[in-house]
């Protein structure tokens, strides 16, 4: 086993590639450049609030739909702050109100009453009469 990793040592070493001192400076440069935009990795400790604000936040965002009874389409809201979020329930309201009054009883065969009808209601036969004579003469 030894033996294996001195020939795979050997084999590196003579993988080596020569490169020209001003190549060799040319990529150093350019890798000193692009590390500046390599995200800084987080510890453990920013890593754990981070969470801990995302709990809150899933709280804060359930307590909400809660107190306006829509905790059951949580999974509908992707705000990232309390005022996204009370626009996001302001507009679902409006569109439930819409549906429910879109869903709501409509009469098909619903009349529109015409005076004849209105005096038939009303005992009235003088009226009864008038509404067809004019309608008559029209």
Do not use: C, F, M
């Given at each position: 086993m030894e033996e294996n990793n001195q020939e795979q040592i050997e084999q590196q070493q003579e993988e080596v590639e020569i490169v020209s001192k001003?190549?060799?400076?040319?990529?150093?440069?350019?890798?000193?450049?692009?590390?500046?935009?390599?995200?800084?990795?987080k510890s453990e400790d920013e890593l754990a609030l981070e969470t801990k604000q995302n709990e809150l936040w899933d709280k804060e965002k359930s307590l909400e739909l809660k107190s306006v009874n829509l905790e059951q389409f949580a999974d509908f809201f992707n705000a990232q702050n309390s005022d996204e979020l009370k626009s996001q329930i302001e507009s679902f309201q409006s569109l439930l109100a819409e549906m429910k009054a879109s869903m709501g009883y409509v009469p098909k065969d619903h009349v529109k009453a015409d005076p004849y009808t209105i005096a038939e209601q009303k005992k009235d036969v003088g009226g009864m009469l008038q509404t067809k004579l004019v309608n008559l003469f029209k």
């Open positions: 001003a190549d060799y400076d040319l990529l150093v440069a350019e890798r000193d450049e692009l590390i500046q935009y390599k995200p800084k990795e």
